[in-house]
């Protein structure tokens, strides 16, 4: 009995995590593959039947071989199994555009009825923004690659190449940029310690999932910087988005002083704490996005500014870098995009100090300081 499960393989809940993995031996050494998180399958029966593949795998049943016409339910089986983004919130957004859009309307087709023409109507069809469509087209760009990778289909050009999505670069939605008068405004009705958050996130041009991710060893307190080296999506640790994203950057003299009074008064000041720990959570996890979000909301509407979503503060540091004239190879840097054209469409190179001039005076801004 303990040799056929063995050979089947396990599923095993990483607690730490929140994530089900599934553990088997191929030849004679130990495998474990990811199969989601908890939220995704929340029982072990769920996560049993996502594996299914990976048991087939480990027993050496490929899927292929079993079956004359390939259905793209099955190819997206395999794909999960084999090629799907290890980054945890990457997979979840993954596997939501298969299972509400993609498994729905061609689970149960041959792969090679995919044709361009009626792609395309479906996703005109789709009531998403065109760059959610733009992300379900590239999906399935992905899965048919992958049928041409592994053998299912024979190499040449993917249909889904013909497959265009009108206004994929037009936003539904302006970005927001806070003024710096409107910032102060909205500083005077949050309470601590979410108005430090949000001080240090417009002074950094921080996404809100590195925000909530910072430790108090990620500071250099006699240099004078931070290390940008992990996210936070949905209370589960993952890696930053690119590895542009993974930088050292200064902090200006007044911003460090700030986060040394907040860790004086903070019940959770270890090196190994989270900055902004949650004391609901006892300091094992910071703030969720939920409750920074409701936060600003609530500020938002007694201050007057109107709506505001947390990525309103990383757009505001790149229109405040516009304003203090830094040069837009700084911006890059500053940014931590991974290509200048997201910043904007002209090259260059920056140096330590230029940045760090330039983050200073983004401080100074936020603090009403005398220039």
């Known amino acids: 009995m303990k ?42 029966a769920a996560a049993w039947r996502a594996a299914e593949s990976f048991r087939q795998m480990a ?28 980054r945890s919130e990457t997979s979840r957004v993954c596997r939501s555009w298969l299972c509400n859009h993609i498994l729905p309307q061609w689970g149960d087709k041959s792969i090679t009825d995919i044709q361009p023409r009626a792609v395309e109507l479906w996703l005109c069809q789709l009531d998403l923004s065109p760059k959610s469509r733009s992300h379900v087209r590239n999906l399935l760009r992905a899965l048919i690659e992958f049928a041409m990778w592994c053998g299912v289909l024979d190499i040449a050009r993917n ?73 936070i999506v949905k209370q589960i640790v993952d890696d930053v988005k690119t590895d542009s994203s993974r930088r050292s950057l200064a902090i200006d003299p007044d911003l460090l002083e700030i986060l040394r009074v907040w860790r004086r008064t903070s019940q959770f000041s270890a090196e190994e704490d989270w900055i902004f720990a949650s004391p609901l ?11 920074f979000w409701r936060e600003l909301e609530r500020a938002s509407k007694k201050s007057g500014i109107g709506h505001l979503g947390t990525h309103a503060f990383r757009h505001t540091y790149r229109s405040w870098l516009d304003a203090v004239g830094t040069p837009i190879a700084v911006q890059q840097k500053l940014m931590r995009h ?34």
């Open 3 to 44: 040799r056929a499960r063995h050979k089947q393989g396990s599923v095993v809940c990483d607690k730490r995590r929140r994530v089900w993995n599934y553990l088997f031996c191929e030849n004679g050494v130990r495998r474990t593959k990811l199969i989601g998180s908890l939220r995704d399958f929340p029982t072990k």
């Open 59 to 86: 027993v050496n049943e490929p899927i292929t071989q079993t079956h004359t016409t390939h259905t793209i339910r099955e190819l997206a089986q395999r794909y999960q199994s084999e090629r799907m983004p290890s």
């Open 159 to 231: 249909p889904i190449d013909l497959v265009v999505v009108k206004g994929v670069t037009k936003r539904i939605r302006k970005p927001r940029s806070l003024t710096v008068e409107q910032f102060r405004r909205l500083s005077a009705f949050l309470k601590t310690p979410f108005s430090t958050m949000a001080l240090v996130s417009v002074c950094l041009g921080l996404r809100v999932s590195e925000l909530l991710a910072l430790k108090w060893n990620d500071i250099d307190w006699l240099e004078s910087r931070v290390k940008i080296e992990r996210g």
């Open 281 to 291: 959570k006892l300091g094992r996890l910071p703030y969720s996005y939920t409750g």
């Open 338 to 371: 991974s290509d200048i054209r997201t910043t904007m469409n002209i090259y260059g190179d920056v140096v330590t100090n230029e940045m760090g001039l330039a983050h200073s005076r983004v401080v100074g801004l936020a603090l009403n300081r005398p220039a």
